[in-house]
């Protein structure tokens, strides 16, 4: 008899992990960034603050879509929040490029449209993402680039600012860094592999991008990314991000993926259409899609994260490095934030 009703228990409590395990309705996921993030090197305040600001940005996104916006909203929302904060590599707080410039490129992408935009090595927009929303909604085209995206979003009506704005310590020391550390590498490679050898990776610090995947009470998904691009880069160089289909992309049918990592090897990979055909044509789910992708740029020696969020709620936040800032909110308004693997 005993045994019988220990069992009943054990049934009954497995159904109920079960029923709220399914219940889970994911609607909005963010990322800051993945890379070489290590607890060890983190201070308590820094990571504070990056809690603090997931939390903002999921906050923000989140009232946008009980008030019943779009998801489009949601996203821009979102990212205004993780843009305007110098701890991320994306509006203010953005790498610099090798001459010292911040070159800013951004995407944003409707899931119940297939409507797109992005920008690309822009230098004055406060906000890149509304600049890509803009592209996307009051121009004819996908793609706008350097000074006439610049042009375009002043006559959009958004917000302009001096380079400067842009400008933080941090980022400025971390290119004299990786400058150094390129100039450095070049001797090392001389002939040889040694700079894998001492563990000079020099792309580790070039990460801090943000991103976000939301889903309205209509059923609609958005994705959008965020990001000053890699430290040190040159000639113009342009990254995943604004990429439709590598770094950004959104299908209400699949799912919404925002990336971030070693921009070249997701661009290769075009790594987040391919989650997106996964998923719509051999059926796999948003994770197996996501894991297979993400395998793929780690096999080719490449290195970062992404995030994705399908029609139904479900989300999984994949990543290669040591960490990757990211963050969730339930239908229910429940945070979660984690910085580690
Ligand atoms: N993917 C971005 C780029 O390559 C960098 C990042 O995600 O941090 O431009």
């Known amino acids: 008899m005993k045994s019988i009703k220990l069992f009943a228990i054990l049934l009954f409590s497995i159904l109920a992990l079960n029923i709220s395990a ?3 309705k994911y609607v909005m996921v963010i990322h800051g960034g993945a890379g070489t993030i290590l607890k060890k090197s983190m201070t308590p305040e820094k990571e ?7 939390t903002e940005a999921l906050k923000a996104g989140y009232a946008k879509i009980q008030s019943g916006k ?3 909203d949601a996203v821009e929302a979102t990212i205004h929040i993780l843009e305007n904060d110098p701890h991320f590599n994306a509006g203010k707080g953005a790498v610099f490029t090798h001459d010292g410039r911040n070159e800013l490129d951004a995407a944003i992408m409707d899931g119940k449209t297939l409507m797109a935009g992005s920008v690309a090595g822009v230098t004055t927009v406060k906000n890149p993402i509304s600049a890509a929303r803009a592209v996307m909604e009051k121009s004819e085209h996908v793609m706008l680039v350097g000074a006439g995206a610049d042009q375009f979003a002043k006559d959009a009506g958004l917000e302009i600012v001096n380079p400067k704005y842009f400008w933080t310590k941090e980022r400025w020391d971390g290119l004299q860094q990786a400058i150094k550390e390129d100039s450095t590498k070049a001797v090392l490679d001389h ?3 040694k700079s894998e050898l001492l563990g000079i990776k020099n792309h580790d610090y070039k990460f801090g991008t943000v991103g976000c995947v939301a889903l309205d009470k209509a059923g609609n998904l958005a994705a959008g990314t965020s990001t000053g691009g890699m430290t040190n880069k040159k000639y113009g160089r342009v990254g995943d991000a604004p990429i439709i289909g590598a770094g950004t992309y959104c299908n209400n049918e699949t799912a919404g993926i925002s990336c971030t990592g070693w921009g070249e090897f997701y661009i290769r990979n075009v790594v987040a259409k391919t989650i997106s055909d996964l998923m719509e044509y051999k059926g796999l789910s948003v994770t197996e899609a996501s894991k297979i992708a993400l395998d793929k740029v780690g096999k080719m020696g490449g290195d970062g994260g992404l995030i994705a969020l399908d029609k139904k709620g479900n989300m999984t936040m994949p990543f290669n490095t040591e960490g990757m800032y990211r963050g969730t909110i339930t239908a229910d ?9």
């Open 22 to 24: 399914q219940q889970k």
């Open 48 to 54: 504070a603050a990056y809690i603090a600001a997931l």
């Open 70 to 72: 779009s998801s489009l």
């Open 191 to 193: 002939g040889s592999k």
């Open 333 to 341: 308004g429940k945070i979660e934030i984690s910085i580690y693997k």
